[in-house]
C-alpha cells in the first residue's frame, strides 16, 4: 500500500516556509532581550536548538545582566 512513499515524499514545500517565520519570529525578540540585557545579540539563534533554548530562558532570567552594573538601559 505505501511501499512507494519515502520520508522526502511526505514532507510539503510549505513547511520549510513556516519553519522559516516560527523561526524569525521567535529569534528577532530574544535578539533584542539579549542586547537590552548586555549580551551578544547572537545569543538568539540558540533559541532555534532544542533544551539549549531552556538554558537561555533560565540564565538571562537568573544571571546578573551585565546592562545593569554599567547602568546602561536600552529603553
Known sequence: MMEGY???NTMWAGHWLWM???AIVVVIPVWRICQRAGYPGWLGFLMLVPMVNLGLLY???FAD???DKTGARNG
Open 6 to 8: 519515502t520520508f522526502g
Open 20 to 22: 522559516l517565520v516560527i
Open 59 to 61: 540564565f538571562i532570567a
Open 65 to 67: 545582566w551585565p546592562a
